[in-house]
Nanobody
């Protein structure tokens, strides 16, 4: 199994910054193809915020371009989301996601895993 543990959420004033971290762990991890961050605000659908592939290709939703930066540390199986110039509309629960292939004996399985979520609240 694979576990994703997020940290770094909290309460910040508009214009402030936060840095989210997510560590993927599990003895059966064979390959992490991509990691990313999603968010879900009350009454809204979960949406992709940013993602990064194992090769370093990044993708951002338009509303965070120029303000958020996703990065990764492959050696630590960790992805980060640096969030600057935060706005009240960024308020949401942020979820880490990982596209992982696990290897158990000789069997490989590719699956998407989710973290438990971390709350980000931006006050005006």
């Amino acid at each position: 199994q694979v576990q994703l543990v997020e940290s770094g959420g909290g309460l910040v004033q508009a214009g402030g910054s936060l840095r989210l971290s997510c560590v993927a762990s599990g003895r059966s991890i064979h390959t992490i193809h991509a990691m990313g961050w999603y968010r879900q605000a009350p009454g809204k659908q979960r949406e992709l915020v940013a993602s990064v592939t194992s090769g370093g290709t990044t993708n951002y939703t338009n509303s965070v371009k120029g303000r958020f930066t996703i990065s990764k540390d492959n050696a630590k199986n960790t992805v980060y989301l640096q969030m600057n110039s935060l706005k009240p509309e960024d308020t949401a629960v942020y979820y880490c996601n990982a596209d992982v292939t696990t290897l158990i004996v000789i069997t490989t399985i590719r699956h998407n895993y989710w973290g438990q979520g971390t709350q980000v609240t931006v006050s005006s």
